[in-house]
């Protein structure tokens, strides 16, 4: 054991020394003759150089030292956004080769082999060896189970036969392989953090500046000179310091989360620091500003959309203002996207009796859209825990004439319409909470009511649409809505004074804008589940084919085409995709008949299935497959 001899111009220091005094001689000529270690210049050049010596030793680590946080310990590549291989490339069953291997490792007990195809229909057909003494009724049932865990979006399974499997295909161990062994968790030490110590302090005390301080009888020239150069030396403090700072913020940086990064060194411990620094200037400096740092933030989720081939920026900025609040969904997002990335294909459990399962490839969409789901349940039960009820524009307009008819109110009133008495509605900070909901309810006529207009859904979060009228007669204030499409106003409500109605209209926007994200989710239909109860398709020609349902007030956070167009190039390419808008009162009628058959199938009710499925397949007949806009929807 011994330590290995370092060559002298490996030394960084002496490189940093030899350069300064060459650089130095260059610059000044024959004006500085003198570059012995007594000149104050080189005590400067050597201390200087021995700061960025121990700079360079903080910043020359593994990279993944920076990537530990302040106490160090295992690395977990997962919360930095790089998952582990298992994650990225997952055991995906999608051919009949997969299926049998799916099988084969399940060990189920008396299968001895087993061949997967694909019949006439499009259907698979497995056959299963047994051996003999077998209970083949708990092995079908055993089979079928694990099929439909892993069924893909348009498969079915159509027949479990058993009989002796002659040809056996070989297998090899690597046929599929399994991607098991992930990364191993890296220690970090912990050794990048965020400390400084001012190259001032290593000074001699005769300079004054260490902390010692001024020398006792210094004059007030001296004084001057101190002050001078500590100035001058702040300079390279406050780089090192920063450079130092940044390097301990990097684990916050690349972490995947919303966070925005986070540094703070502490100051900078010298005597009399307080005369050089401008608080104001330090706090407006680019490299200290919370927005500076989300943007960096933003910049290394822009990275990771690179290597996962997602473009996860334009999915919300849209719809939120801040970029702390599109950070934090974007990091949500991209850390569930390996794990749906590899179910994306994947659709719901036929023999699931919960209702709720969510397919693999709904619950992908559905994170791309800001609303990850865990649970599928109605979209109308969403409104009746709000105790509202949907209904169509032309429902509402026509049977609640007297209710929105603002001209209706004016006009029985004896009122004059005086523009000067309208004015806008200024957004405020509110706190919004379950109480400012149940005031909200009193106060809002159509929530009063326990009605919604589906419109309204779409334009009611818009403060451009709304207006305070003043009735000065009665000292009171209408909360007022026109309609753009109707070009007819609507009260909302009255209220005795202003800053109330500003209150209620905020905690209003609030309220549909949650609304409609937690109601803006779609329903997937295979075409190839649509049979008749025996097993038989109606029409065998679309079993490659689903239909998208969608509610239209979804075309308030994405136009129709954007939205579909995210769909499509995520789903399976040989798959005919239809899409179709729905209107309230079509979306009632649809859930119904969806759950309902949803139910019959996981109940194994063949009958009760097939008749449901051909009252689904009228009403796609009877649902026009686009039907973009608000304009006829009165």
């Given at each position: 054991m011994f330590i290995p001899r370092r060559e002298k111009k490996d030394n960084f220091y002496i490189r940093l020394q030899e350069r300064s005094i060459e650089m130095l001689q260059q610059l000044s000529g024959a004006v500085w003759s003198d570059y012995n270690p007594h000149d104050p210049g080189v005590t400067m050049l050597d201390l200087l150089n021995y700061a960025l010596l121990e700079l360079e030793y903080k910043l020359n680590f593994p990279f993944e030292e920076y990537l530990g946080g302040?106490?160090?310990?295992?690395?977990?590549?997962?919360?930095?956004?790089?998952?582990?291989?298992?994650?990225?490339?997952?055991?995906?069953?999608?051919?009949?080769?997969?299926?049998?291997?799916?099988?084969?490792?399940?060990?189920?007990?008396?299968?001895?082999?087993?061949?997967?195809?694909?019949?006439?229909?499009?259907?698979?057909?497995?056959?299963?060896?047994?051996?003999?003494?077998?209970?083949?009724?708990?092995?079908?049932?055993?089979?079928?189970?694990?099929?439909?865990?892993?069924?893909?979006?348009?498969?079915?399974?159509?027949?479990?036969?058993?009989?002796?499997?002659?040809?056996?295909?070989?297998?090899?161990?690597?046929?599929?392989?399994?991607?098991?062994?992930?990364?191993s968790p890296i220690l970090s030490y912990g050794m990048a953090t965020g400390t400084y110590r001012s190259v001032q302090l290593d000074f001699p005390d005769c300079y004054g500046i260490n902390e010692n301080g001024i020398p006792v009888g210094a004059t007030a020239e001296h004084?001057?000179?101190?002050?001078?150069?500590?100035?001058?030396?702040?300079?390279?403090?406050?780089?090192?310091?920063?450079?130092?700072?940044?390097?301990?913020?990097?684990?916050?940086?690349?972490?995947?989360?919303?966070?925005?990064?986070?540094?703070?060194?502490?100051?900078?411990?010298?005597?009399?620091?307080?005369?050089?620094?401008?608080?104001?200037?330090?706090?407006?400096?680019?490299?200290?500003?919370?927005?500076?740092?989300?943007?960096?933030?933003?910049?290394?989720?822009?990275?990771?959309?690179?290597?996962?081939?997602?473009?996860?920026?334009?999915?919300?900025?849209?719809?939120?203002?801040?970029?702390?609040?599109?950070?934090?969904?974007?990091?949500?997002?991209?850390?569930?996207?390996?794990?749906?990335?590899?179910?994306?294909?994947?659709?719901?459990?036929?023999?699931?009796?919960?209702?709720?399962?969510?397919p693999g490839v709904k619950r992908f969409l559905s994170a791309f859209l800001g609303f990850l789901l865990t649970e599928e349940k109605p979209l109308t039960h969403i409104f009746s825990h709000h105790h509202l009820k949907l209904i169509r524009d032309s429902r509402f307009f026509d049977r609640q004439s007297i209710l929105p008819n603002l001209e209706f109110l004016f006009r029985e009133a004896g009122h004059n319409w005086d523009p000067a008495d309208v004015e806008t509605i200024p957004h405020t900070e509110i706190v919004y909470n379950e109480q400012a909901v149940h005031r909200l309810r009193k106060r809002i006529n159509l929530l009063w009511h326990n009605i919604i207009f589906e419109s309204f859904l779409v334009y009611g979060q818009e403060s451009d649409y709304y207006r305070i009228v003043h009735l000065k007669k009665e000292e009171e204030y209408l909360l007022v809505f026109k309609h753009p499409q109707m070009e007819r106003w609507i009260n909302l409500g009255a209220f005795r004074s202003r800053e109330g109605l500003i209150e209620t209209a905020n905690i209003l926007w609030q309220f549909l804008t949650q609304l409609v994200y937690e109601c803006s989710s779609f329903y997937l239909l295979e075409h190839i589940l649509l049979n008749d109860g025996a097993g038989e398709t109606a029409n065998p020609d679309e079993n490659h084919t689903l239909s998208v349902l969608i509610p239209y007030w979804v075309q308030k956070l994405y136009h129709p085409a954007q939205y579909e167009s995210l769909l499509t190039e995520r789903l399976p390419a040989h798959l005919e995709v239809r899409f179709l808008w729905l209107?309230?009162?079509?979306?009632?009628?649809?859930?119904?008949?969806?759950?309902?058959?949803?139910?019959?199938?996981?109940?194994?009710?063949?009958?009760?299935?097939?008749?449901?499925?051909?009252?689904?397949?009228?009403?796609?007949?009877?649902?026009?497959a686009y039907e973009h806009g608000y304009e006829n929807n009165a």
């Open positions: 302040k106490e160090g310990g295992e690395l977990h590549t997962q919360r930095l956004g790089v998952p582990v291989p298992d994650d990225f490339f997952s055991d995906a069953v999608v051919t009949p080769a997969d299926y049998e291997q799916l099988i084969l490792e399940q060990k189920i007990e008396g299968i001895k082999d087993c061949r997967v195809t694909l019949d006439e229909r499009g259907l698979y057909r497995i056959v299963v060896e047994t051996i003999d003494g077998s209970d083949l009724y708990g092995i079908r049932r055993a089979v079928e189970k694990l099929y439909h865990a892993h069924r893909n979006l348009c498969e079915n399974l159509g027949e479990i036969g058993f009989g002796k499997i002659s040809g056996r295909r070989k297998r090899t161990p690597d046929e599929r392989p399994s991607i098991r062994p992930g990364l004084h001057a000179r101190i002050r001078q150069l500590k100035g001058y030396l702040l300079i390279f403090d406050y780089l090192m310091k920063h450079a130092t700072g940044q390097a301990a913020a990097a684990s916050g940086l690349f972490e995947l989360s919303g966070r925005t990064p986070y540094y703070k060194v502490p100051a900078i411990q010298i005597p009399g620091i307080r005369e050089f620094i401008d608080r104001e200037r330090i706090s407006a400096a680019r490299i200290d500003r919370s927005d500076f740092r989300k943007v960096q933030k933003s910049r290394y989720l822009d990275m990771l959309d690179v290597i996962y081939g997602e473009d996860t920026s334009t999915l919300f900025t849209r719809h939120f203002r801040t970029l702390s609040e599109v950070n934090r969904l974007r990091a949500e997002l991209l850390a569930q996207l390996p794990r749906l990335h590899a179910e994306r294909f994947r659709s719901f459990d036929l023999s699931d009796e919960n209702p709720g399962a969510v209107h309230a009162d079509r979306l009632y009628s649809f859930e119904h008949l969806y759950f309902s058959w949803k139910k019959a199938l996981s109940s194994r009710q063949s009958a009760l299935a097939g008749r449901l499925a051909i009252e689904i397949r009228q009403f796609l007949e009877n649902t026009p």
